[in-house]
């Protein structure tokens, strides 16, 4: 079923309050914007919560293997939306744990950038936007979850969040990260997008029967078979798909552990 539009104002208040409260209590923040749809509602989010300014910078930790189309969607509207852009790169794969395989290796590099980035700036708080519906790991994640020295997630050191009452002191020489959008669905941000009229990347619609559901690496990211060439058709798509969101991301198709693996580590 199609997301109402109560349900979508209830999810963009409590998203907007989540973003004050981080600004509120947290010293030095940044957004993680990864080009995608969900970053992209983040930052359209954040632009209502500070009426039509976000005043912190956004962080797009930069593998430099992007889809052409990221890269000219992140030109444009950083402008447009006025953004505090700061575009950090990750190391090479060779620096990166070789025990894991291919594809998490690969994505294993955002994670050594997003470390050489919170060193360089000092953040005590980073926004991400990851939802709890999109992998099991993530399921398990807090609104504001404390993170280690190293960036690492321990799982089994998660705050309890009863009533909306967030932890959001940052560990002893660490950070939290902070998810507005934990609670949100795929379908729920699609029928933002299509309500707000948010841009979007041209890949996530159907061309010769196929488009992208979640955009990552070129060269470890895939197209899925569809036929949606509107957001109206996506939403009747996921309707009565099975075919789970990431099934495009090689690294979802890897050893059982890799994922898991990777999130404590200190993967978005």
């Known amino acids: 079923m199609q997301p109402g539009i109560d349900h979508l104002d209830a999810l963009e208040a409590q998203s907007i309050y989540i973003f004050r409260e981080a600004f509120a209590r947290l010293k030095k923040l940044a957004l993680l914007w990864s080009l995608g749809k969900d970053s992209n509602v983040m930052i359209w989010l954040a632009r ?15 593998t430099e293997k992007k889809f052409p189309e990221m890269y000219a969607f992140r030109e444009r509207y ?14 090479p794969v060779e620096a990166v744990d070789p025990t894991l395989p291919p594809a998490a290796r690969s994505a294993a590099r955002k994670t050594e950038g997003l470390k050489l980035a919170l060193n360089k700036y000092g953040f005590d708080g980073l926004i991400a936007g990851i939802r709890r519906d999109e992998e099991a790991t993530r399921a398990k994640e807090r609104v504001f979850s404390p993170r280690g020295s190293e960036g690492g997630w321990d799982v089994r050191d998660q705050p309890p969040e009863f009533w909306d009452q967030f932890n959001a002191s940052p560990p002893p020489g660490a950070h939290l990260r902070i998810h507005p959008i934990l609670q949100w669905t795929e379908a729920d941000i699609w029928a933002y997008t299509k309500r707000e009229n948010i841009p979007i990347i041209p890949l996530y619609l159907a061309k010769d029967g196929k488009r992208y559901r979640s955009l990552g690496d070129s060269d470890i990211t895939f197209p899925v078979a569809s036929t949606a060439t509107t957001i109206d058709e996506i939403l009747i798509e996921l309707d009565s798909t099975k ?3 990431r099934a ?19 993967y978005l």
Do not use: M, Q
């Open 48 to 62: 209502k919560a500070f009426f039509g300014r976000v005043p912190f910078p956004a962080l797009h930790v930069d």
């Open 78 to 91: 950083s402008k447009e939306w006025n953004l505090d852009l700061k575009v950090d790169y990750c190391p």
């Open 243 to 245: 075919i789970p969101e």
């Open 248 to 266: 495009g991301r090689a690294l979802d198709h890897e050893t059982e552990d890799a994922f898991e693996r990777l999130r404590v580590a200190g």
